[in-house]
């Protein structure tokens, strides 16, 4: 074949292809998805939990505290599902020392991508964080990792460990690295 004839023929393929009437596939209205099955692995953490928290003072972080500073903390959270079970939000608040508090809003959703729970957390100093958290096969034992910036701009990362010893009792460990260095924690927090 020539190559006049060849782009003769593709010009009529193109022309007949375009003069035909388009096949339009019937749509159907979106439908809201299931929240993932995964989720449901989160409803020990349902409820108005409340306890205390210690910071572990190593050498370092003696020589650079203040004196008289406590290093004991209460806390308390409502933890609910949102939007339908999509997300657990955590809601509530901290002490800060010095009758400071802060108060935060958490929202932790699974990830398919990453076979993880991701979670963003939200504070009124200003703070903001985004983490992830993996849970052991008996639901029990989470773990979590963590990356913030503060209002200065300056940033954290933190890891930490949930263990749920019984329906109304949890035991954690936090660690944090920030502009203070390295600060550790653990508590209890009880279902109220």
């Known amino acids: 074949m020539r190559r ?19 096949m339009q596939m019937p749509m159907e209205p979106p ?14 953490f349902v409820g108005n939990w409340g306890g205390t928290a210690e910071m572990v003072m190593t050498e370092e972080m003696k020589k650079n505290m203040p004196p008289n500073m406590k290093n004991t903390f209460a ?16 809601e509530g608040w901290y002490e800060m020392g010095e009758g400071q508090k802060v108060n935060y809003v958490e929202l932790v959703t699974w990830c398919p991508q990453n076979k993880k ?25 989470c773990t979590m990792e963590y990356k ?22 949890m035991e954690w460990t936090f660690t ?15 279902k109220q």
């Open 75 to 90: 806390g308390a959270n409502k933890s609910d599902w949102a939007m339908g079970g999509m997300f657990l939000k955590h």
């Open 148 to 169: 913030g910036m503060r209002p200065d701009g300056t940033a954290s990362k933190g890891c930490g460990t949930m263990t749920i010893k019984d329906p109304s009792t």
């Open 117 to 141: 729970y991701r979670s963003w957390m939200f504070n009124d100093w200003g703070e903001v964080g985004e983490g992830w958290m993996t849970m052991d096969a008996d639901g029990k034992h």
């Open 176 to 190: 944090e690295m920030g502009p203070h260095g390295k600060m550790e924690f653990k508590g209890v927090s009880t």
């Open 4 to 22: 006049g004839e060849l782009l003769a023929l593709a010009l009529s393929v193109f022309v007949v292809g375009c003069g035909q009437p388009h």
């Open 31 to 44: 439908k809201k998805p299931d929240p993932a099955p995964e989720m449901a692995r989160l409803e020990a």
